[in-house]
């Protein structure tokens, strides 16, 4: 037994309201000072509880040495009554503690408070085991079925709890099978690969030793014995009580799919930077071939131009030439120019770097762009023997406009080659009217219309796209490349206009292009 200082020493210490120890035959081997002063004991000579009690007019705790230990009781002295405990001292001594009632209560009270608040339910029993057991089962149960893999071990590198994720992948049933394992014995029973468990245990040791977090740090390959491959990032926490490392925590991430992602990232990445090479070799080498084709093909049609426009002058001053014979040859003339003015810009549009998909926007006479898009088929028109009109009264008011001229003006030289390409008979009409307009911008709408072949119902939904064609032309369609219609959408887009049209086969099509443009504030010809 221990003596009566270190006793009183240790006692005097305690949190309990009283505490007071005592021998079978009730002799007082000691006490600590809440329970001296409640006893109003404060020297050592009286040993016997029962005679001092008498003498300090104090009603004893107990009269006689309890037959059952772990037994509780109240008592109420004067206005305060007290819960006591007797246990167990040892074989020949009790202990009994006392705690005031009135502070148990508002401990006991507001330790339900505490339950309810951490579990979101009410307590089903309320005294003191009850209320801290939900409170341990509580987070016993949230540890336990965390997301990741979760663990914890003392400061020997015992392991002292998991997850259940973390039995899963050791193949463990219960957490009794992980308690106070080792590193290296979790690589024994999960067949790691060599210096793993030794990977682990340095991490570790530099936040047991170091008092530091250790955060996503990536851990090394961990090979299954499937054949599989996982990789994990792990955060090492150290677990601090009273300023004292006693351990540390770890959660780990499976971040095995995000690798591989990663890494199919990287190779379609590769794969893009590949292409992206290609194809600024391709053009680059497109680009030498549009110059060192640029003069071979520009030569020749700037003499076909000069030629046509020397040969009508010649012939003009020579002979006297009926109407149609002189549209004929001013129609030479013109499609030639036009041909090599088309060329030039085609050549310049298709150098890299002057390549751009912006539409431009500069002041321009819409009439007389309408005029020679008309004028340019004019010919063609007449050689199939069509009936080929232009009506464009409705843009007498308003003829200088800002926007891509270029665009208009190729999308309607499309429109209406098509429509005198596809009709063999009958007519073509062009009409330009404005639907909308104010001070500053103006809805005009181009429409084309013809009685020629007709689209298939079948082939409506395609006919804008690229290299779709009405009829093949080894089956007896018209020669082309299918790029005519796909270019005008494509232009209307850029213009933030758009293309639509109405057809039938064996009986013509409508084609109409919308597109938005800015007045000019400049209405003169100046």
Same mark, same amino acid.
């Given at each position: ?15 309990h309201?009283?505490?007071? &120890? ?9 006490m600590? +000072?809440?329970?001296?002063v ?7 000579? #009286? ?5 001092h ?9 107990l009269?006689?040495?309890p037959? #059952?230990?772990? !037994? ?5 002295y ?8 007797i246990?167990?001292?040892?074989e ?16 006991r ?7 309810k ?73 999960? *067949?790691?690969?060599?210096?793993l468990?030794?990977?682990?245990q =340095? ?7 170091g008092?530091q ?13 499937? %054949? ?6 792990t ?6 009580i009273?300023r004292?490392?006693? %351990? ?17 990232? #990287? ?16 053009l ?13 093909i520009r !030569? ?10 020397y ?7 020579r ?9 004929l040859?001013?129609g ?7 041909i ?15 390549m ?24 063609s ?17 308003? +003829? ?17 080659? *098509?429509? &005198? ?18 001070? *500053? ?7 084309v219309?013809?009685?020629?072949? %007709? ?27 299918g790029?005519g ?9 850029d213009m933030?206009?758009e293309?639509?049209f ?9 084609? !109409?292009?919308?597109v938005?443009? =800015? ?8």
């Amino acid at each position: 037994m221990e003596n009566n200082i270190t006793l009183r020493s240790k006692l005097s210490d305690s949190d309990h309201s009283l505490v007071l &120890i005592l021998t079978k035959d009730l002799s007082i081997i000691s006490m600590n +000072k809440n329970c001296q002063v409640f006893h109003k004991y404060y020297t050592d000579e #009286e040993k016997n509880y029962i005679s001092h009690c008498k003498k300090a007019k104090i009603a004893p705790i107990l009269t006689e040495y309890p037959k #059952e230990m772990y !037994t509780s009781f109240i008592k109420t002295y004067t206005s305060e009554k007290y819960i006591f405990d007797i246990l167990p001292w040892n074989e020949d001594s009790i202990l009994i503690v006392g705690y005031n009632a009135n502070e148990s209560e508002s401990l006991r009270i507001d330790l339900i408070n505490k339950v309810k608040k951490i579990t979101g339910s009410k307590p089903n029993k309320h005294d003191f085991n009850s209320l801290f057991s939900q409170i341990i089962m509580f987070y016993e149960y949230l540890l336990f079925n965390m997301p990741g893999n979760v663990y914890w071990l003392d400061k020997n590198y015992k392991m002292l709890g998991c997850n259940k994720n973390i039995l899963d992948f050791l193949g463990l049933s219960t957490l009794d099978e992980f308690i106070g394992k080792t590193y290296q014995e979790l690589a024994d029973i999960a *067949n790691w690969q060599e210096g793993l468990a030794e990977s682990f245990q =340095k991490d570790d040791t530099l936040v047991l030793e170091g008092g530091q977090p250790i955060i996503s740090k990536n851990e090394p390959p961990i090979y299954m014995p499937d %054949g599989s491959t996982v990789y994990y990032v792990t955060s090492r926490v150290p677990i601090n009580i009273n300023r004292q490392i006693t %351990g540390l925590m770890g959660i780990s991430v499976d971040v095995t799919d995000l690798k591989e992602t990663k890494a199919q990232l #990287e190779n379609s990445l590769e794969e893009i930077e590949e292409a992206i090479k290609i194809r600024d070799k391709t053009l680059d080498r497109y680009k030498q071939f549009v110059s060192d084709q640029e003069h071979d093909i520009r !030569t020749p049609l700037g003499n076909l131009a000069s030629c046509s426009e020397y040969l009508l002058s010649a012939i003009k001053s020579r002979y006297t030439l009926d109407d149609e014979l002189l549209i004929l040859l001013e129609g030479v003339r013109d499609s030639s120019k036009e041909i090599l003015d088309y060329q030039h810009s085609l050549l310049l549009g298709l150098r890299k770097d002057n390549m751009s998909d912006q539409a431009l926007c500069t002041r321009f006479n819409l009439r007389e762009i309408v005029k020679r898009a008309f004028k340019v088929n004019l010919v063609s028109a007449r050689y199939h023997h069509l009936d080929y009109t232009l009506n464009y009264d409705e843009l007498t008011s308003k +003829k200088y406009f800002l926007g891509d001229w270029k665009r208009i003006y190729q999308s309607l030289v499309d429109l209406l080659s *098509n429509a &005198i390409r596809f009709t063999n008979e009958g007519t073509v009409n062009f009409e330009v009217d404005i639907l909308n307009h104010n001070k *500053n911008e103006a809805i005009v709408r181009f429409r084309v219309t013809d009685t020629g072949i %007709g689209i298939a119902e079948e082939k409506q939904d395609d006919i804008l796209e690229a290299f779709v064609k009405t009829k093949a032309s080894n089956k007896g369609g018209v020669r082309g490349r299918g790029l005519g219609l796909f270019r005008v959408n494509q232009y209307a887009l850029d213009m933030n206009g758009e293309l639509r049209f109405v057809s039938k086969e064996g009986k013509g099509s409508c084609f !109409t292009l919308v597109v938005p443009l =800015k007045v000019s504030l400049d209405q003169t010809d100046s």
